[in-house]
């Protein structure tokens, strides 16, 4: 071979090495994008368990990363996928389903499988639709002619569908495929999180309806979950009692369903009352309220007289329906007594027991015998730190169930 031969075969097989590395840096290139994209996405979408937050984090960042102006989360739900979250559509759709099954969206989730579409303007059996009057209400769009959706899955869980559509032909390639793919893991994973956090909270927060949180404060717990039969604490507390007087007679005169509406409109304006001035409700009994305020007996005093304030505007609104103004008594008593978890295994309930509950119901039942709606102990009045803000009228003394010595009661207004 001669030497302009030998030479050019050199340049020829170095410009072939050059193409092979420059292949092999952009694939690097590719790869390292790739890994950038993953780590940005995974580490924004993990930091949140809100599960709003964390799909405008997701449907931001698939903006940001890939472009994407026009996509929805739908959440599985059985036999159906419904729409979480939408961006970029003028109708948001949110709530809107898609069965099983039923188009490109629930094809990807019957199937587990992604799929990517090219050219949907002539191929319009593929463009996503729904049955019935929702059909209209989903986001889509009208001139999509790409669309890719992927199944968000944990394990062999189906959390929901992530889909994306375009105007734009040829708008997906392979490389999108390849990290949504890899990207809608840790989607998932989020989303299946934060949903679970989600389901507890709202769990939380319907257990916290039957046991009040100040309740399990005072145990030391954070959650029902944690207490255990025989959990109890003693201390020193403020018990306010409360019913509605001659309230059989009154009931009598309406149908199950409308005493239920009456007593649920009563409790509706006095229960808030007693949580407005730090005080918790520890059960009710019929119509009437049974409340513990741990810090300080004149929280009690003060709920007590809003109640009796309240009380009128009560009976102003049910004058307007027709009915006859109802009268209340509560009894106020300061002392010491246990908070605890009783009964038994399978069935554990959260109460008070002690001297003072039993002294506050008996003030309460007093109040008709006195003719006054508010009776405090002289307990309350002794340890009210408050007292020069209140009217306090010795009234009687009374015996108490299981008491040698009768206890003084006191009616109490605010002063002038």
Known sequence: MSENGLSHEIKRQMSENQQKIDQLNDQLSRKTD?????????????????????????????????????????????????????????????????????????????????????????????????????????????DADSQIAIPLQVKDKLVGVYTVESEKANAFDALDEEILTIVSNQVAAAIDNASAYNQLQKLAEANSRFVPRQFLRLLGKEAITETELDDQIEGSMTVLFSDIRDFTPLSESMSPSETFAFVNDYLGTMAPIIREHGGFIDKYIGDAIMAIFPNSPGDAVAAGLKMEQHLAQFNARIAEQGRPPIRIGIGIHTGPLVA????????????????????????????????????????????LAEANEYVFDSLDEVSVKGKAQKVQVFGVSERP
């Open 34 to 142: 790739e890994i950038k994209i993953i780590q940005t996405i995974s580490s924004e979408i993990l930091n949140t368990l809100d599960l709003e937050t964390l799909f405008d984090n997701i449907m931001s960042l698939m903006h940001e990363v890939f472009g994407f102006e026009h996509c929805m989360i739908l959440l599985s739900e059985d036999t159906q996928l419904r729409v979480a979250s939408s961006h970029g559509h003028e109708d948001q759709g949110i709530g809107m389903t898609v069965p099983m099954g039923k188009g490109v969206i629930g094809t990807v989730a019957q199937r587990r499988k992604i799929m990517r579409m090219m050219g949907l303007r002539t191929r319009r059996r593929y463009v996503q639709r729904t049955a019935g009057a929702e059909a209209d209400a989903l986001p889509t769009l009208k």
């Open 340 to 383: 605890g978890i009783v009964g038994f295994a399978e069935r554990l309930e959260g109460t008070v027991i002690g001297d003072c509950v039993n002294t506050a119901s008996r003030l309460e039942g007093v109040t008709k015998d006195l003719s006054v709606t508010l009776l405090v102990s002289e307990t309350v009045v002794r340890e």
